[in-house]
């Protein structure tokens, strides 16, 4: 069974920084993209970062020149480096990323079950 465990969420004040990880355990035969989402209460689940295997990453556009997307292939791990913390960006963050497994011939969905990140103003 593959799993995605964050962890790095917590309190902070607006304009402090945090640092997201993500690692990805399990019968992993390889990783395609991974990313974060975030949902605030009361709002739908919104994407945050995506970086592929081998490209350059994406971000919503309320989060560029704050947040910073990467990844280590040989740990199966993703972070997201979150600087200029806004209250705006409290919300639950969710690893989520594409998995193929040793014993499964194409790629499946995975989601991490979250990580609590609130800034305060």
């Known amino acids: 069974q593959v799993q995605l465990v964050e962890s790095g969420g917590g309190l902070v004040q607006a304009g402090g920084s945090l640092r997201l990880s993500c690692v990805a355990s399990g019968p992993i035969f390889g990783i395609n993209a991974m990313g974060w989402y975030r949902q605030a209460p009361g709002k739908q689940r919104e994407l945050v970062a995506t970086i592929p295997a081998g490209g350059n990453p994406n971000y919503v556009d309320s989060v560029k020149g704050r947040f910073t997307i990467s990844r280590d292939n040989a740990k199966d791990t993703v972070y997201l480096q979150m600087n200029s913390l806004k209250p705006e960006d409290t919300a639950v963050y969710y690893c989520?990323?594409?998995?193929?497994?040793?014993?499964?011939?194409?790629?499946?969905?995975?989601w991490g079950q979250g990580t609590q990140v609130t800034v305060s103003s």
């Open positions: 989520n990323a594409d998995v193929r497994t040793s014993y499964l011939p194409r790629y499946q969905n995975y």
